[in-house]
Structure formats: C-alpha cells, structure tokens
C-alpha cells in the first residue's frame, strides 16, 4: 500500500530515464538533503524542473552559486552501478521500502542482492561493536527465530551485535545498511559476511558505490535501519552507543523499541537497560518481539499542502522574520510559525532556501539551526 504522497510523485514524474537521471542528480546536488529534496519534488512537481530553480533558490537563501551534480557523473554512477550488478531504486517506484517512503526519510537507495526482501516486514537487531560471547549467541538466536517466523533481519553490518545477528538471519533473510557505498565493506574483516548477504539477502545503502563513510554519515544509516524496521531489538550497547540512536529514531518514526536486558554490573548492559527504564519492551525471547510488534505502518509525517503562490515582497519579510528566530540553538519548526505568524508553505519556502544556501541545519529530531 502506497502513500498519498508517494501517489502523486508517480503520477508527476512518471517513469522516463531522462527524470530518472535528474532524480538522481538533484540529491546529489550542494546542500540538498532529504527534506529538501521531497519539499524540492512537492514545489515544482518533478526533478528536472527542480534541478533548473536550484539556482535562484539558493541565491535568496544567501548563496551566490551551486553546485549541481553534473550529468556526466550520474551516467558515471549508474554504470558503476551496473557493473556491480546493483541497481538504484527510486521513492516514486513500486518495490521502494514503504517505510522510508511514508517518512520520507530518503529518495533512493542503491541495492546488491535480492531487492524483494525490501517488501518483508523488517526487524532490525543491533548493539555493541565490543559484544560479549553471551551478547552475540543472542543476537543470533533471536535472528533465527525471527527468521522462522517470517520476518527479514536488518542491521549494520558493523562487528559484534550487528555481524551475529546478521548470520542468525542468513539462512531466512537479513539486511544489511551501509553507511558508505553498497560495495564499501566496512570493517574489512567482514567482506566474507558482505559477500553472503550479497549472495543471500540484500546490501543497501543511500550513498554513490566507492563512497567511503566517516564518523558523520552513520547516524544516517542508523536512521534508514529504523526507518527500513517496524522495530528495533537493543541487545547489547553503551549508553553513548549509536544503537541508542537508532532506538531514538525508531521512536521518533512511531516505531517499536525492544531491549535484552542484563547485569547493572555489566557496561554493555546500561544502554538496553536504559531503555527499559524509558518504556521498551523487555526481550527475553524472540516470542516477546513477535507477540509486541505493531505491523502497521506509521501515518507521513510530512503532508503534501496545497501550493501556495508566495510574492518576492512576502517572501523577503518572511526571510528577515525566520532569520531573526533563527540561531545556533536548534528549535522546532513550529516555534518559528508561531513566532512568525505565516503559513507553513511560507515558512517551508524560506527554511528550503537557506538550507541550499548551505546557512541552515536540519536535525534528526526534526528541529532546524543556523550553521556555525
């Protein structure tokens, strides 16, 4: 089942290799994230048309030029592409994770394996790099079972937690969310067990192939494992792990949270037991994680408005008005409209166009700040 929204890009921007291209180009494009890219599709009703105002936008934002992703090098991406025998999936089309569509959490994703596990419920299984003996036999163990029971494993492949729960879903379906390039095999002791989930299941990733992650692109493929999931199972992690991050986001998507608890003597026990503390699900088997799942999608969080024709006097007052709310201090969308006293269409104007001037920040938790 398709959203309203993901209905209305397909009938904008219908199927053309042409619009599939510039699809591609304008998410590759200086300071277009993924808000900006659906706000982009939703103002001008395809990417070609998108990609030709980028300029102008971003000059009112306060950026003299651009950067646009050069044709030549999307052709260059899709051949890599295509040479690694992967492919690129788009928001608009079919087989696209309903999940990540609803939220809008990512245009496309670049795939390696079998792309109809996308369409199986998912639970992701994830914790510490650094896991114990114990911590790995049940990552697993609760990996198989939930395999058995028909549901497609999703983790991030990293060493530990990720890795076991990964192999306890080989035999079933697992998938794995890479924070570089779909062919980029981080940590390198894991190219037999990429190379399996490649043969057995499927590799994803948002990222061009040879794209090497740093510290800063993980946060985002732990929010596309829980935006991927219809819940997340915390089984072993430090309270300042990025499996907590993944646990936040899967709460701030409307997403199931899960924790195996453990030792209060235990390190690696602080993170899950935390969790519990907070409202997650006690996990002592893979029956609590089936008989607690919610199958239902969450609800967009982002709704399609009517367009709204905004004039460059309206506009300029309502860019002095946002960058006087605006700071360093990240604040919610809905403190500036009621400062701002203007429509929502307005303001998500404005907030698009310093965002491609590169002067605004988009936070995870959906608050915006200008860039130091």
Known sequence: MRSGWTEKIIER?????????????????????????????????????????????????????????????????????????????????????????????????????????????????????????????????????????????????????????????????????????????????????????VEQGCVVSEMPPGFQPTAAHFPRRNRLIAGLAIATVVVEAHLRSGSLITARFALEQGRDVFAVPGSPLEPRALGPNSLIKQGAALVESAADIIAGVTLTRPAPLIRAEPKVLIDDNSLSSAHQKVERCLSVTAVTVDEILRQCQFSSATLSLVLLELELAGRLQRHPDQTVSLKT
């Open 13 to 197: 921007t219908g199927n053309s290799e042409t619009e599939r291209l510039d699809w591609l180009r304008l998410y590759r494009s200086e300071n277009v994230g993924p808000a900006s890219f659906f706000r982009l599709i939703e103002e001008f009703g395809s990417a070609s048309r998108a990609l030709e105002a980028l300029p102008e936008l971003a000059r009112r934002g306060g950026k003299r030029q651009i950067r646009l992703y050069p044709r030549d090098k999307a052709e260059a991406e899709l051949a890599a592409l295509d040479r690694l025998g992967a492919q690129l999936l788009l928001a608009r089309e079919s087989l696209f994770p309903v999940g990540l569509s609803h939220l809008q959490l990512c245009p496309l994703l670049t795939l390696r394996g079998d792309v109809r596990l996308l369409a199986r419920p998912g639970i992701a299984v994830v914790g510490a790099r650094e896991a114990s003996i114990a911590g790995r036999k049940i990552a697993h163990g609760l990996a198989a079972d939930l395999g058995e029971a028909g549901f497609c494993v999703i983790s991030g492949m990293a060493r530990g937690i990720d890795s076991a729960a990964h192999l306890g879903g080989l035999a079933s379906a697992t998938i794995a969310v890479l924070a570089g390039g779909v062919d980029i095999v981080y940590p390198r002791e894991n190219q037999r067990l990429y190379q399996q989930i």
